[in-house]
């Protein structure tokens, strides 16, 4: 059950389709670059297309992936997911 958990976490937390084709991640938002409705990964994606924000995006993009894989990494251990079970 914990790969389904993750797999589902890891869906929502990218659900980049949705956000930026109902609304392009608005409404603005005064004194910052993202929208009301934004997530981290239609932000990122802002920041490189409308912005040219690349050295920004980068390096969240990284810590981001850092955080997901950290997270992934700790529910497997968590869970003993990788642990073998003998049926014998």
Known sequence: IAPIIITQYTFNFNNFNIIYLFNNGGPAVAGSNAGGTDILVSWIYKLTMSSSQYAIAATITI??????????????????????DDMA
């Not at 894989?69 to 642990?83: D, H, I, N, P, Y």
Request: glycine share 4%.
């Open 63 to 84: 810590l981001l992936s850092i955080f997901v894989v950290g997270l992934a990494l700790w529910q497997f251990r968590a869970t003993k997911s990788f642990k073998n």
